[in-house]
């Protein structure tokens, strides 16, 4: 059974839609950028602030692949996991992806919401 990502940019609702999605298909939901500030202890915004973004994106595919391995969970991305040609290799091997989109001034009003 495949996982369905999410992906899109910041800001386009990946992670409203996907627990609203999760919701209505019977389904598992995850927000990766969660699931890496639990594994981690640090937000997506707290590693691009310490590092060079070469290191979060490191965590992020390690974490990308961990998820993976579940099955029939509906998986929002970070707004930069489909920006790599192996994230997206294996979220098409383990699942069917999902674009969301939204109007320029929605993606910037949302992403001032979120602090970003």
Same mark, same amino acid.
């Given at each position: 059974?495949?996982?369905?990502?999410?992906?899109?940019?910041?800001?386009?609702?990946? @992670?409203?839609?996907?627990?609203?999605?999760?919701?209505?298909?019977?389904? #598992?939901?995850?927000?990766?950028?969660?699931?890496?500030?639990?594994?981690?202890?640090? @937000? #997506?915004?707290?590693?691009?602030?310490?590092?060079?973004?070469?290191?979060?994106? &490191?965590?992020?595919?390690?974490?990308?692949?961990?998820?993976? +391995?579940?099955?029939?969970?509906?998986?929002?991305?970070?707004?930069? *996991?489909?920006? +790599?040609?192996?994230?997206? *290799?294996?979220? *098409?091997?383990?699942?069917?992806?999902?674009?969301?989109?939204? #109007? &320029?001034?929605?993606?910037?009003?949302? +992403?001032?919401?979120?602090? @970003?």
């Amino acid at each position: 059974m495949k996982n369905l990502y999410l992906i899109g940019m910041m800001g386009s609702g990946k @992670s409203h839609w996907g627990k609203t999605l999760a919701l209505d298909l019977g389904r #598992p939901f995850l927000d990766l950028d969660e699931y890496l500030t639990q594994k981690t202890g640090l @937000s #997506p915004a707290q590693w691009l602030e310490q590092g060079p973004e070469p290191a979060f994106r &490191e965590q992020e595919w390690a974490a990308l692949c961990e998820v993976a +391995s579940l099955r029939w969970t509906v998986i929002a991305t970070g707004g930069g *996991t489909p920006l +790599s040609r192996q994230a997206r *290799t294996l979220m *098409t091997r383990t699942g069917d992806i999902l674009w969301l989109d939204a #109007p &320029e001034d929605t993606l910037w009003a949302r +992403s001032q919401e979120n602090g @970003s």
